[in-house]
T-cell receptor
Framework: GQQVMQIPQYQHVQEGEDFTTYCNSS?????IQWYKQRPGGHPVFLIQ?????EVKKQKRLTFQFGEAKKNSSLHITATQTTDVGTYFC???????FGKGTSLLVTP | DTGVSQNPRHKITKRGQNVTFRCDPI?????LYWYRQTLGQGPEFLTY????????KSRLLSDRFSAERPKGSFSTLEIQRTEQGDSAMYLC????????????FGEGSRLTVL
C-alpha cells in the first residue's frame, strides 16, 4: 500500500521561526493530503496535491509534491502560536496517514 | 450544526462488553469513513462507505469490528467483546464525491476499556 513516513516527529520553534515537515514514501503516490490537528481536536483538511512537482500556497503555508511523487513537504513561514498542533500527511485519498509532526511554538 | 456528529463522545466499558458508536455525516456527503486514533499516532483507517456500500475494510480490522450504513446516511461502528487494546479515539469523517478528496472529521468518540 501507499505508506508514508513523516519527519521530524516533534519540532519546537520560537515564534517567528520557520518550520518544515516532510512526508516520504517508498512507492509512487497517487496524491497526498495534509491535515492539521490541534491539541484535543480533530483533523482538519488543509490541502490535496495531485500533480508531480505541484506547489500550493495558503498564506504562510507552502505545500510541495515531489517530482517523483514519492515525497511531500509542508513549510510554514514565520510561525505563530496559532500554528501549534500536529500536522499529518495522508496518502491514497486519506486511507494511509503518517504519524504526524507535532509543532510547538513558544512566544 | 451541519458538521459531522458522533455519539457518544465518551464511552467507558468493561472488557468483554459490546459497544456501538454512531456517526451522522454532513447531509449531502456520499462517503463515510471510520478511523481509530491512539495517542501520538495518526488516524488509522478502518473502513469506508460510499452511500450504503462498504467499499473497503482494513485488513487489520478484527472480526470483532463491524460497521453499517444501512440507508446511506448515518453509520454505526460496533465493537464486540471489547479488549483493553481497543481503547482509542474513534473518528468518523465524511466527504462528497463532488469535492476532491477533502474529508470532514467529527469530534470523535473516545472509548476506554477497563
Amino acid at each position: 500500500g501507499q505508506q508514508v513516513m513523516q519527519i521530524p516527529q516533534y519540532q519546537h520553534v520560537q515564534e517567528g521561526e520557520d518550520f518544515t515537515t516532510y512526508c516520504n514514501s517508498s512507492t509512487t503516490l497517487s496524491n497526498i493530503q495534509w491535515y492539521k490537528q490541534r491539541p484535543g481536536g480533530h483533523p482538519v483538511f488543509l490541502i490535496q496535491l495531485v500533480k508531480s512537482g505541484e506547489v500550493k500556497k495558503q498564506k504562510r503555508l507552502t505545500f510541495q509534491f515531489g517530482e517523483a511523487k514519492k515525497n511531500s513537504s509542508l513549510h510554514i513561514t514565520a510561525t505563530q502560536t496559532t500554528d501549534v498542533g500536529t500536522y499529518f500527511c495522508a496518502a491514497a485519498y486519506a486511507l494511509n496517514f503518517g504519524k504526524g509532526t507535532s509543532l510547538l511554538v513558544t512566544p | 450544526d451541519t458538521g459531522v456528529s458522533q455519539n457518544p463522545r465518551h464511552k467507558i466499558t468493561k472488557r468483554g462488553q459490546n459497544v456501538t458508536f454512531r456517526c451522522d455525516p454532513i447531509s449531502e456527503h456520499n462517503r463515510l469513513y471510520w478511523y481509530r486514533q491512539t495517542l501520538g499516532q495518526g488516524p488509522e483507517f478502518l473502513t469506508y462507505f460510499q452511500n450504503e456500500a462498504q467499499l473497503e475494510k482494513s485488513r487489520l480490522l478484527s472480526d470483532r469490528f463491524s460497521a453499517e450504513r444501512p440507508k446511506g446516511s448515518f453509520s454505526t461502528l460496533e465493537i464486540q467483546r471489547t479488549e483493553q487494546g481497543d481503547s482509542a479515539m474513534y473518528l468518523c469523517a465524511s466527504s462528497s464525491l463532488r469535492m476532491t478528496g477533502e474529508l470532514f472529521f467529527g469530534e470523535g468518540s473516545r472509548l476506554t476499556v477497563l
